[in-house]
């Protein structure tokens, strides 16, 4: 099982960029992926989610409107369109699976610890 983080890149505010994450050895059709990010300093935070299985998707309220979650399961890639990006989305972003299950909702998306594989992660740097 793999996950590989790509796309970081730095970027002026206001800018975009689209990360990928590309899974290896188990399906998007039973595992849900999630964006998570750390900042230097700051506890790891989660962005978004997406369960292919059923379509829902997830976001932190301070992404909410400006990033896109989206998942290409013929390629098993889920991908993160970040849009209008700020200095404070500067971080190191992971993209981790967790196996879906009816526990899986807008409450309870963001519960790093029950995701069971992690990717490397990217640098995503925003300056102002």
């Known amino acids: 099982v793999q996950l590989q983080a790509s796309g970081g890149g730095s970027v002026q505010t206001g800018r975009s960029l689209r990360l990928s994450c590309a899974a290896s050895g188990f399906s998007l059709d039973d595992y849900a992926i999630g964006w998570f990010r750390q900042a230097p300093g700051k506890e790891r935070e989660v962005v978004s989610a997406?369960?292919?299985?059923?379509?829902?998707?997830y976001y932190a309220d301070s992404v909410k409107g400006r990033f896109t979650i989206s998942s290409d399961n013929a390629k098993n890639t889920v991908y993160l369109q970040m849009n209008s990006l700020k200095p404070e989305d500067t971080a190191v972003y992971y993209c981790a699976a967790v196996r879906v299950g009816a526990w899986f909702d807008s409450q309870t998306f963001g519960l790093a610890s029950e995701y069971k594989y992690w990717g490397q992660g990217t640098q995503v740097t925003v300056s102002s």
């Open positions: 997406i369960s292919s299985s059923d379509g829902n998707r």
